[in-house]
């Protein structure tokens, strides 16, 4: 499967403005008479208005005041737009328990999962990059739909990350293999034959294809983007496809770093990886980190361990910066453990990080932070969504399917939880 590596724009202003006009008669107030009703004043960036006005003796000084009011918004505007930034968002896992699979199932006999961004849509698609960690294989239905231990969902729930407005999906987990060659093949000629604008990261089908970089250009700013996984659940790679999944390694991480810093200004590394259920990150992570780091990525956002997991920016001996992101945690699950603490698995970050190019012409993290997202099933698992946190109420805690297995789910507990793993998250804006 190619690939996709093109320049992709959503709709926002253009990065430079060269040349405002202003004509008299469509600046408000009263319309001039005479020649002047035909004078056009042109506003060039690094002409000094005042002087050229000072030029136009048909101009009284009420018109002055008000064409500059109006060149003072029009430059504030320019002014915004002159330094190139790009928004980045990302969400954890997608794991499609059997409760979230049936969920899609809608009375007319179709499938549509749309649902599960109903109310993080809009946070999703106003980024300019949108990320998200698929779990578990788009197999379809000729496999066999599963949930945990062995997973395999719908080809509609491709449909719903692309109607979402996700950008970039990430495949390479510890459950790409769980069907199989042939689930990750259905999942490749899914997404080829109905999104093949998609970047699909972490699986292939040949090895030219591993050898890819992904990069994606917004406002002159080219950010590459790498996917890798830990483990594939003791699953053997097909014997005839060793390029599959990438996995994480020191020599494949380092030369496909390398060649990303050759061709983008920024590279983001999202590994699978970690210990399940552990809100904090292990040795084993921060170990990674630092390889991470020598190599040159800019920007790492785990997935795997199914509970969120802290931030913080690394710098070098030399004053390069890294943040890590050690884990989001779920976006969607509906898990049926019993197990303590399990309402820790409801709760998911969405991952917010703004970049900008400074006056060498260094892309470089401007802001970073986190969205709190919430989980919620319903008392008879047939209604299922994902919330921002401030949406999610007392009463959805205490009506929900979570509570029956963990008493200490409630909103107060979330919110505990969030700021005992991302308390420490600085406001963190770089002049």
Request: aromatic content about 10%.
């Amino acid at each position: 499967m190619k690939k996709q590596k093109g320049n992709k724009v959503k709709n926002k202003l253009p990065v430079t403005l060269l040349l405002v006009s202003f004509v008299l008669s469509g600046c408000g107030g009263a319309q001039p008479t005479g020649a002047e009703a035909t004078e056009t004043i042109p506003v060039v960036q690094g002409v000094d208005i005042q002087e050229w006005l000072s030029g136009v003796a048909t101009v009284t000084g009420e018109e002055t005041t008000r064409i500059q009011a109006n060149i003072s918004e029009e430059m504030a505007v320019i002014d915004t737009q002159v330094v190139p930034e790009v928004t980045l968002v990302m969400v954890g896992d997608m794991l499609m328990h059997m409760p979230v699979n049936n969920s899609g199932k809608m009375e007319d006999g179709t499938m549509n999962f749309d649902h599960l961004f109903t109310y993080t849509k809009d946070m999703i698609s106003e980024a300019d990059i949108a990320i998200v960690n698929q779990e578990v294989m788009l197999g379809g239905t000729e496999l066999g739909i599963s949930g945990y231990p062995k997973f395999n969902t719908y080809y509609e729930v491709g449909d719903a990350l692309v109607n979402a407005g996700f950008d970039v999906v990430l495949h390479a987990t510890n459950h790409t293999m769980d069907r199989g060659k042939d689930g990750l093949l259905n999942c490749l000629n899914f997404w080829e034959t109905n999104y093949p604008e998609m970047a699909i990261l972490g699986i292939q089908d040949t090895a030219e294809e591993q050898d890819e970089i992904y990069v994606f250009e917004h406002q002159g700013i080219k950010v590459a983007v790498l996917n890798y996984t830990y483990g594939l659940n003791g699953l053997p790679m097909p014997s005839d496809m060793p390029f599959a999944v990438n996995m994480i390694k020191e020599t494949q991480i380092a030369e496909d770093v390398a060649r990303a810093k050759e061709v983008a200004d920024f590279v983001v590394l999202c590994p699978h990886w970690g210990t399940e259920y552990v809100l904090e990150e292990t040795s084993n992570q921060r170990l990674w980190a630092e390889f991470f780091l020598e190599c040159g990525v800019d920007l790492v956002i785990g997935t795997h361990p199914h509970v969120i997991e802290p931030a913080e920016m690394w710098t070098d001996e030399e004053g390069n910066e890294m943040l890590v992101y050690y884990s989001l945690g779920n976006y969607v699950n509906a898990t049926a453990s019993e197990e303590r603490n399990i309402g820790w698995r409801m709760l998911g970050a969405m991952a917010t990080v703004t970049l900008s190019r400074d006056e060498n012409g260094e892309v470089y993290i401007k802001e970073y932070g986190a969205e709190p997202l919430v989980t919620y099933v319903s008392s008879d698992k047939k209604e299922i969504s994902v919330y921002p946190m401030d949406q999610f109420t007392e009463e959805m805690a205490a009506s929900s399917f979570t509570v029956k297995r963990d008493p200490n789910f409630t909103r107060a507990r979330m919110e505990e939880i969030w700021e005992q793993v991302f308390g420490d998250l600085p406001e963190y804006e770089r002049e």
